[in-house]
């Protein structure tokens, strides 16, 4: 039990276009859910903690209106990254916890790739 | 503010041998600890936990770590290390002293097992 999926795992744009990554629980549902951010060699920093039902809240630094988040249902979170320029190319990985189940542990996503052109 | 460290970037050990990957904290409450594992282009794979309890956790393949509140220390640790082993381990902190969900994570150590 406890997968999370993300859709798509790797994606390729041109400088100027926007990307929407999925994140799906699977097999629980997730009030919140965790939008992480991976740089090449390094570890990984939160972007936003994405709420069901209600807005988003971004860690400092983290441009609310470039990376837009979506959580419209318990097992959905969208990450979108509007006007995606080359130095947005990263490894976006989510997470969620199964609350329900009384979890400490957060389940991640595989992660998508964005290469941004 | 909570904080990780992982203070090798990477630990070399040959397969068969005991291995330890170590981690320190900072929290202003109650820490919950988790170790992470993460293979190439991969998410990241739960291990193990600490919330509370005894102090030494078991996980999976064979992975336990150690909590030590007096020096705020959550060890990774396995007996026997495997080739397969070799990945990138994070441990990360949720400090229950705050009102934040999220993980804090270590920088990560990179685990190479030798055969």
């Known amino acids: 039990g406890a997968v999370v999926s993300q859709h798509p795992s790797w994606v390729i744009c041109k400088s100027g276009t926007s990307v929407k990554i999925e994140c799906r629980s699977l097999?629980?549902?997730?009030?919140?859910m965790f939008w992480y951010r991976q740089f090449p060699k390094q570890s990984l920093m939160l972007m936003a903690t994405?709420?069901?039902?209600?807005?988003?809240?971004?860690e400092q630094g983290v441009e609310k209106d470039k990376f837009l988040i979506n959580h419209a249902s318990l097992t959905l979170s969208t990450l979108t990254v509007t006007s995606a320029h080359p130095e947005d190319s990263s490894f976006y990985i989510c997470?969620?916890?199964?609350?329900?189940?009384?979890?400490?542990?957060?389940?991640f996503g595989p992660g998508t790739r964005l290469t941004v052109t | 503010a909570q904080s990780v460290a992982q203070p090798e970037d990477q630990v070399n050990v040959a397969e068969g041998n005991p291995l330890t990957v170590k981690c320190t904290y900072s929290?202003?409450?109650?820490?919950?600890l988790f170790w992470y594992v993460q293979y190439p282009n991969r998410g990241l794979q739960f291990l193990l936990k600490?919330?509370?309890?005894?102090?030494l956790v078991k996980g999976s393949y064979g992975f336990e770590a150690e909590f030590n509140k007096s020096q705020t220390s959550f060890h990774l640790k396995k007996p026997s290390a495997l080739v397969s082993d070799s990945a990138l381990y994070f441990c990360?902190?949720?400090?229950?002293?705050?009102?934040?969900?999220?993980?804090?994570f270590g920088s990560g150590t990179r685990l190479q097992v030798q055969p």
């Open positions: 097999d629980f549902q997730a009030t919140t």
């Open positions: 997470s969620a916890r199964d609350q329900l189940a009384g979890a400490y542990e957060q389940y």
């Open positions: 929290v202003s409450g109650n820490p919950y």
């Open positions: 990360a902190v949720r400090d229950t002293g705050t009102g934040r969900r999220a993980l804090t």
């Open positions: 994405s709420n069901e039902g209600s807005k988003a809240t971004y």
């Open positions: 600490y919330i509370t309890g005894d102090n």
